[in-house]
């Protein structure tokens, strides 16, 4: 293995543990976790000289800095759009998340859109990148998210992931109880320069 795979593969074994302490609940989960946590930063520190002494992306409370999301926009031939019902809300929204190391950004969309609608998607261009922090309570990240034009074959489905329990179109104008990750306000914005063919940010 060359030493860049060799890092790529500790780094995300890293990360994959760091994710699971934050949002594991099972006790054994949690036990395995911590212990791929220290034997990745064991490795990182021992081979790939990243010191965790000194402030680095492996210390995000040393520098805060907002975290990263994708959303995207995909329509059928009627116009109407692709919405996703969360399975912790109960609540619709564009498929997307939190991206992940090493993750390009439309990389980050293609497999937000691939696990929560069950299609893999063509990324198309740049919508909006959003500063979301202003429309959240002072509990949750500070977020700036990219929201993606996607098309997708519909000859390519396949089951989604487990975050969501249904895929629906609906006509942009009649939207279903939408999640409380983006507001009205935003929503309009970004289905404005969609249908106009433009980019915003901030």
Same mark, same amino acid.
């Given at each position: 293995?060359?030493?860049?795979?060799?890092?790529?593969?500790?780094?995300?074994?890293?990360?994959?543990?760091?994710?699971?302490?934050?949002?594991?609940? %099972?006790? $054994?989960?949690?036990?395995?976790?911590?212990?791929? +946590? #220290?034997? *990745?930063? =064991?490795?990182?520190?021992?081979?790939?000289?990243?010191?965790?002494?000194?402030?680095?992306?492996?210390?995000?409370?040393?520098?805060?800095?907002?975290?990263?999301?994708?959303?995207?926009?995909?329509?059928?031939?009627?116009?109407?759009?692709?919405?996703?019902?969360?399975?912790?809300?109960?609540?619709?929204?564009?498929?997307?998340?939190?991206? %992940?190391? $090493?993750?390009?950004?439309?990389?980050?969309?293609? +497999? #937000?859109? *691939?696990? =929560?609608?069950?299609?893999?998607?063509?990324?198309?261009?740049?919508?909006?990148?959003?500063?979301?922090?202003?429309?959240?309570?002072?509990?949750?990240?500070?977020?700036?998210?990219?929201?993606?034009?996607?098309?997708?074959?519909?000859?390519?489905?396949?089951?989604?992931?487990?975050?969501?329990?249904?895929?629906?179109?609906?006509?942009?104008?009649?939207?279903?109880?939408?999640?409380?990750?983006?507001?009205?306000? #935003?929503?309009?914005?970004?289905?404005?320069?969609?249908?106009?063919?433009?980019?915003?940010?901030?």
């Amino acid at each position: 293995m060359k030493y860049q795979e060799f890092y790529d593969f500790v780094v995300k074994v890293h990360s994959i543990a760091k994710i699971g302490l934050t949002f594991s609940k %099972d006790p $054994y989960a949690i036990d395995n976790y911590k212990e791929l +946590n #220290e034997l *990745s930063k =064991e490795m990182l520190e021992k081979f790939c000289d990243v010191k965790f002494d000194r402030p680095s992306m492996f210390e995000r409370d040393i520098y805060p800095t907002p975290s990263i999301s994708s959303r995207t926009i995909i329509t059928n031939d009627k116009g109407e759009i692709l919405l996703v019902r969360e399975a912790n809300s109960g609540l619709w929204s564009m498929p997307g998340g939190w991206a %992940d190391l $090493y993750d390009s950004p439309s990389q980050a969309a293609f +497999n #937000e859109v *691939s696990q =929560e609608a069950g299609i893999e998607p063509k990324i198309v261009r740049l919508v909006a990148l959003l500063e979301r922090t202003p429309f959240k309570s002072s509990k949750n990240v500070p977020e700036y998210v990219m929201v993606f034009e996607g098309s997708i074959d519909h000859k390519k489905f396949h089951e989604h992931c487990h975050e969501t329990t249904d895929v629906k179109f609906f006509p942009m104008d009649q939207l279903p109880e939408m999640s409380r990750k983006m507001s009205k306000d #935003e929503l309009d914005r970004i289905f404005e320069a969609y249908r106009n063919g433009t980019t915003i940010f901030d």
